[in-house]
C-alpha cells in the first residue's frame, strides 16, 4: 500500500471513530480491515455496548472480517485502527494471518487509560511471535487520530479510566 492508501483508509476509521461522538471518556476507537482495496470489516469499540471487554474495534473487524472473507485466515489483509492496538488484538491479528497493523496514535500519544499495561508494547507480541510476516507501522495521521483521546497529562477522573 502507498501513504496515501494507508491516509486515505484510516481517515475512513477517524471519521468512523468520531460516529461514536467526541467524548474520549468513550474510548472513540474504530479499526478497518482492507484487503485488496475493498473493506471487510469495519467497527468502532463496543466494550460498553456489549458489556463485553473483549468487544475491542480490532476483534469487532475482525469478526465481521473473517465470514466476509470466508475463512479466519485474511492473509493480505491490512488491519487500520485509530489506536496502537493492545496485545489481545495484535495477538488475534496474528492468529488471523494479518500482513499489516498499521495505527495511528501511539502510547507516548494518549492517556495510559487506553492501555491495560504497564510495560507490554505492541510489538513484545510481535517480535515473540512464530510469524515473522506481519509488518506494524505507526503514527498514520497521528495527531487527527490522537485528537480523539485523552492526551497523556490530561487529568481524567479514576472513575472514567477503566484501567485502574
Not at 126 to 139: F, K, Q, S, T
Amino acid at each position: 500500500m502507498t501513504d496515501a492508501e494507508d491516509k486515505h483508509w484510516m481517515q475512513r476509521a477517524i471519521a468512523l471513530a468520531k460516529s461514536k461522538g467526541n467524548d474520549p471518556s468513550d474510548t472513540p476507537i474504530a479499526s478497518l480491515i482492507v484487503r485488496n482495496g475493498k473493506i471487510l470489516g469495519a467497527s468502532c469499540n463496543e466494550t460498553e455496548t456489549l458489556n463485553d471487554p473483549t468487544a475491542h474495534a480490532e476483534m469487532m473487524a475482525i469478526r465481521i472480517a473473517g465470514p466476509a472473507a470466508g475463512s479466519m485466515d485474511i492473509r493480505g489483509a491490512t488491519l487500520y485502527s485509530t489506536l496502537q492496538p493492545c496485545g489481545m488484538c495484535t495477538m488475534a491479528s496474528i492468529w488471523a494471518k494479518i500482513g499489516r497493523i498499521v495505527y495511528g496514535a501511539g502510547r507516548e500519544d494518549v492517556h495510559s487509560m487506553y492501555f491495560e499495561d504497564r510495560h507490554l508494547d505492541t510489538m513484545d507480541f510481535v517480535r515473540d511471535a512464530w510469524r515473522d510476516d506481519l509488518v506494524v507501522e505507526g503514527g498514520c495521521l497521528k495527531d487527527a487520530c490522537a485528537a480523539l483521546y485523552f492526551r497523556p497529562d490530561d487529568e481524567v477522573p479514576q472513575d472514567q479510566q477503566g484501567n485502574v
